[in-house]
């Protein structure tokens, strides 16, 4: 029997925010946001890891933005603690990415930061590039 590309996307579909979050508090806890890959996390730690408290949470997750054209758009999760701050390192992953699925799952992120820490300010995000900006957040003078 073959299956259809939309079938396999169905049977394939993986667990999107709304699931996740309210099993995983991290989400909420969530005060910066880095876009970086496994390559360039490891990259950031190795270059960072002495200048500041970094505690790595080993479980990561897959985080389903949706569908496009029959194919699933993931983004890939990791959280680390820099300074006692949640920081979520995130990186779309799937062969199809479509970065306003990717921007609207950050808009979410930040939402649940708001609700769960009213008054607070937004996330704040950046690339690897601009990380140190990540790192004076959680480490102001």
């Not at 979050?21 to 270059?47: C, G, I, K």
Request: glycine fraction near 6%; aromatic fraction near 10%.
């Amino acid at each position: 029997m073959t299956e259809t590309l939309t079938e396999v996307a169905a049977r394939l579909r993986v667990a999107r925010l709304a699931d996740i979050a309210p099993d995983d508090p991290r989400f909420a806890q969530v005060e910066y946001m880095v876009e970086a890959d496994n390559f360039v996390y490891h990259t950031l730690w190795s270059t960072w890891h002495e200048s500041i408290k970094w505690q790595p949470d080993a479980a990561g997750r897959m985080v389903g933005l949706g569908i496009l054209i029959g194919r699933n758009v993931n983004v890939e999760v990791r959280f680390a603690r820099l300074n006692g701050h949640m920081v979520m390192f995130y990186y779309p992953c799937s062969q199809l990415v479509d970065y306003t699925m990717v921007d609207s799952f950050i808009e979410d992120v930040r939402k649940l930061g708001l609700a769960a820490r009213p008054g607070s300010e937004p996330a704040g995000k950046s690339d690897a590039t601009a990380f140190h900006n990540c790192v004076h957040f959680c480490n102001p003078s």
